[in-house]
């Protein structure tokens, strides 16, 4: 059972437009949503993070946008750079328990 | 500065061997830390976590086992390696419980044949 289900597989954008990836989640308890982002061969990198009382957080070109009563969240990354390549992973937890539940993964590919 | 570093970088193993992989976190008192498997092209999956020295709490059943003797390290093992036990195994870290960053370490790539 996937309780974190990531959209789509993969997703190619041109240098400079805007990059959205797409989380959804089943377990209602989750309220605290880490993005990670991992290049080939290395470990995962926290990228930015949102707490369930949040509809949107931002940092710099990504953004959080939150919705609890949908239980979806999406990263948008704009002006998108080459070096934006690499693979998003939306990950899931709650303040009851001390596992975190990784998504499926998003493959991002930034031409140039 | 805190340094998270894995061991060994890879390994080609046996089908039925041993093994064991460490992480050792430096510049950090108390981590908790995390053990997390990573299929090739694949999701991570949380393995094990531990608050403090002697306490190991297992997430998931893959057979293998994991301790942690010291503040700083974190172990994980089996005694009989499976096939379905190849891909990248990541140790991570954070200063709280899991409503924190996690810090992950550069990761050791297991082949079993």
Redesign the interface.
């Known amino acids: 059972q996937q309780q974190v289900r990531q959209s789509p597989q993969s997703l190619t954008v041109w240098e400079g437009e805007t990059a959205i990836l797409n989380c959804s989640y089943e377990n209602s308890a989750f309220d605290y949503f880490p993005w990670y982002q991992q290049f080939p061969g290395e470990g995962p990198a926290l990228l930015i993070a949102i707490r369930s009382v949040s509809d949107k957080k931002e940092d710099g070109r990504f953004t959080i946008f939150f919705n609890k009563r949908e239980k979806k969240l999406s990263l948008h990354i704009t002006d998108s750079q080459p070096g934006d390549s690499a693979t998003y992973f939306c990950a899931a937890s709650s303040s009851n328990t001390n596992k975190v539940v990784f998504g499926t993964g998003t493959r991002l590919q930034v031409l140039p | 500065a805190q340094t998270i570093h894995q061991w060994p970088v890879a390994e080609i193993k046996a089908v039925g061997s041993p093994l064991s992989l460490g992480c050792t976190i430096k510049g950090k008192s108390s981590p908790n830390l995390?053990w997390y498997w990573q299929a090739t092209g694949?999701?991570?999956?949380?393995l094990f976590?531990s608050?403090t020295v002697g306490q190991v709490?297992s997430?998931v059943q893959l057979n293998l086992s994991a301790s942690r003797p010291k503040d700083d390290q974190f172990i994980l093992s089996t005694e009989k390696l499976l096939l379905s036990h190849s891909g990248f195994y990541?140790c991570?870290w954070s200063r709280h419980?899991?409503?924190d960053?996690?810090?992950?370490?550069?990761?050791t790539r297991l082949l079993v044949l």
């Open positions: 995390y694949g999701t991570l999956q949380q976590y608050i709490e997430v990541l991570a419980l899991n409503q960053t996690q810090y992950f370490g550069p990761g």
